[in-house]
C-alpha cells in the first residue's frame, strides 16, 4: 500500500504564490515510474497540471506553463505556484504511478496513476 498526503493548500489573491508538497510513503514503496498533480474545479472534469517521471522529464498543461514547477526530492513532490490566477482556483491532488505499464500512456490519463491522495483546496481570489 502507498500513502500519499498532500499539504500546503491555502487561499490566495490573484497574482500570489503557494507551493504544495505531497509526502508518498508505504511498505514496499521503491519508487514511482511517474507522479503528478492534478486539479479539479466545481462541475469540471479532473485535469493534468504537472507530471515528472523516473528519468526526471516534466511536462506541464499549458495553461500553467512558465507559472508552475514540479519536483521530487526524497518522496517529496512539491508544486511550485506562481502567478496564480482565478481559473487556478481547485482541489489539487496528487498522484503517482508505480506500474511500468502507466509509461505506455499519455501522462494525462487519470486512470494511469495506481495511488492518489485526499486532495487540497488551494483558492485565489481576484
Known amino acids: 500500500q502507498v500513502l500519499l498526503v498532500e499539504s500546503g493548500g491555502d487561499s490566495v489573491e490573484a497574482g500570489g504564490s503557494l507551493r504544495l508538497s505531497c509526502e508518498i510513503s508505504?511498505?514496499?514503496?521503491?519508487?514511482?515510474?511517474?507522479a503528478a498533480w492534478f486539479r479539479q474545479s466545481p462541475g469540471l472534469e479532473r485535469e493534468g497540471v504537472a507530471m515528472i517521471d523516473n528519468y526526471a522529464t516534466e511536462k506541464y498543461a499549458d495553461s500553467v506553463k512558465g507559472r508552475f514547477t514540479i519536483s521530487e526530492v526524497r518522496n517529496r513532490l512539491s508544486l511550485e505556484m506562481n502567478a496564480l490566477k482565478s481559473e487556478d482556483t481547485a482541489v489539487y491532488y496528487c498522484?503517482?504511478?508505480?506500474?511500468?505499464?502507466?509509461?505506455?500512456?499519455?501522462?494525462?490519463?487519470?486512470?494511469?496513476?495506481?495511488?492518489w491522495g485526499q486532495g487540497t483546496q488551494v483558492t485565489v481570489s481576484s
Open positions: 508505504g511498505d514496499g514503496y521503491t519508487g514511482y515510474y511517474r
Open positions: 498522484a503517482c504511478a508505480v506500474k511500468r505499464r502507466a509509461l505506455s500512456r499519455s501522462w494525462l490519463e487519470s486512470d494511469s496513476y495506481d495511488y
